[in-house]
């Protein structure tokens, strides 16, 4: 069994059916990327695994353990983060205490500590600002403290919602290059992103999602070389 | 010495005022709704005081241990079983509930209680002034006026009821905001009130959060309701109402989800009410306070306090 497993996902809005019966799986260790023009389902996808919204029908398996009918609050102390789209940090609180709300759950203070150096040591700018509220930072720093304050629950996967979105492209790249730096150190990661060259190119394997339905999956690579993919999300 | 004397009635009014509004505040904050049944609590509360201050087998430490949990659980229930399953329905679907809600608990203490005010006996009832000053002789607290057999008549009164509402209120309000501010639950509803969903993504549980904050706004309108039925001795099925709407104005007077904004409102508004009903027009007091309001939201719609964040890139 897969880290994480969906399947025959669906979701609606209303009347409105955003999934319509999406499966994919993640395995431990992997980068796995989400691509697909805007609207397509992806921060759906996110929001229904997360436990944001529910489901109309299907599974989402974490760890053997089904998420679909737990509570969203329940699911970051399973090992799951979620930096959501928009970066939606807490634009009043400081930055110190968006991070230390991203250990919410956990207890063992000492623990919390080490993280919140872990977290520093990966984005100093964050230390050098930890007493300015968070909406004051800029957006590519706001950005940086969602991740942080998602790898303060010490999650085993990350999910990541477009996290180069609106982002000058110096920023892009030191945040493609933090998200394999979080891999590399052994999280799981599933990216959401419209930005599809960049996150192939880090992913291990990738699904294309297209109005609710995944249309074309595999190794990233291949998939960077798909006529298809290259017409439709790459701009070649 | 008449001026100094309305000031601090304004300001035990307002601290009051600032009591209910803080409840009005918070839940507006983190619940996202106005709660108009907020000030039917009060009453509830008012009565839970009386009834129980009136039996002899009650001290009156349980009497308040009582009309705080009365309010308590009343609000969370409230919240339960009327608000929560209108989570995601409009807004006025949500309002019109509270109206509703507000209706009910009115009509409930109409049956029980009937229509007839009745006495309220002050908690400080027997007790000496706070303070008494004395012209040529200087000020005395908390003693029955010392000169009653020369005929002096203090100059400036300032009555247990006065203190007791300045004082309660200020450690409430000292309380509360370290509260928020210091513990891990306060820190939970600042998330909540500011984004629901990345509150959940935190960990928060956000039903759980919005219960609580039911629970404190309605421990302090019991609270207010004791402090403002000692006050102004009198309790009817509609004594919520009026302080229930005054409130809310304070509320959105010091910007509407900021808690010092009601603090702030509610000392303002009680001292603007008792000036105005002593230098201007008894009549037209609240006429002044509503008005108040109205200049106040055209020139800053926000409040005094209200914040608009810009989305940064
Ligand atoms: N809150 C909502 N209410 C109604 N429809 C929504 C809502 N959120 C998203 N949708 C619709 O669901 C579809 C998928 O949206 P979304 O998951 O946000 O796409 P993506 O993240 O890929 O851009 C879109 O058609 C969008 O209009
Ligand atoms: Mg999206």
Known sequence: MAFLEIKDLEVYYGAINALKGISFD?????????????GAGKTTSLHTISGLIPAKHGSVKFNGKELTKTPAHKIVSMGMAHVPEGRRVFAQLSVLENLTLGAYTRKDKNEINESLEHVYERFPRLKERRTQAAGTLSGGEQQMLAIGRAL?????IVLMDEPSMGLSPLYVNEIFDIIQEINKSGTTVLLVEQNAKKALSIANRAYVLETGKITLSGDAHELMDNDEVKKAYLGE | MSFISNLLNGISLGSIYALIALGYTMVYGIAKMLNFAHGDIIMVGGYAAFITMAANWCPLWLSMVITVAVCTVLGVVIEKVAYRPLRSSPPLAVLITAIGVSYLLQNIALLTQTANPKTFTSIAAGAPPFLQVFSGKGAVFFKANP??????????TVSMETFLAIVVSVIIMIALTLFINK?????????????????????????????????????????????????????????????GIKAFVAAVFGGIGSIPGAMIGGVLLGVIEILSKFYISSQLSDAIVFMVLIVMLIVRPTGIMGKKISEKV
Do not use: H, W
Request: charged share 10%; with cysteine; glycine share 8%.
């Open chain 2, 183 to 243: 513990t891990k639950a306060g820190r939970a509803m600042m998330a909540c009130s500011e984004d629901r969903g990345a509150a959940q993504l935190m960990g928060i549980n956000v039903n759980a959060t919005i219960s609580l904050t039911f629970a404190i706004g309605s421990a302090l309108a019991a609270v207010a309701a004791v402090l403002m039925c000692s006050a102004y001795p009198q309790i009817s099925p509609y004594t919520g109402s009026m302080p």
């Open chain 1, 26 to 38: 993640v395995e431990q260790g992997e980068i796995i990327a989400l691509i697909g023009a805007n």
């Open chain 1, 152 to 156: 303060m629950s010490k999650p085993s």
């Open chain 2, 147 to 156: 000169y009653q057999d020369e005929g002096l008549k203090p100059v400036l």
